[in-house]
């Protein structure tokens, strides 16, 4: 089966770094658009980027321009979320999801999340 498995997040102070990865397996992961998302408490989801199958397109929230840059290395089926800057606003629970259809708006699967919890 599908699995996507979340690692980096932790608590971090105003202004530090984290790099959070998503390890996939049960699919062809280069086959897949793979996105960024975040959950803070009472808060709706929200989208954070986005990275083609081959990494050469990406797309970002606004308030992630700038401070977060996401990657993937399709060899280990891995897909990253460098985020600077960190604010205390960043906290969250930070989501990978996986989506085989470019054009559509859903993912098809998602990871169990990692937080990220930042100090002021």
């Known amino acids: 089966q599908v699995q996507l498995v979340e690692s980096g997040g932790g608590l971090v102070q105003a202004g530090g770094s984290l790099r959070l990865s998503c390890a996939a397996s049960g699919l062809t992961f280069s086959r897949y658009v793979m996105g960024w998302f975040r959950q803070a408490p009472g808060k709706e989801r929200e989208f954070v980027s986005t990275i083609s199958r081959a990494g050469l397109n990406t797309d970002y929230a606004d308030s992630a321009k700038g401070r977060f840059t996401i990657s993937r290395d399709n060899a280990k089926n891995t897909v990253y979320l460098q985020m600077n800057s960190l604010k205390p606003e960043d906290t969250a629970v930070y989501y990978c999801?996986?989506?085989?259809?470019?054009?559509?708006?859903?993912?098809?699967?998602w990871g169990q999340g990692t937080q990220v919890t930042v100090s002021s």
């Open positions: 999801a996986a989506k085989s259809n470019n054009y559509a708006v859903a993912y098809d699967y």
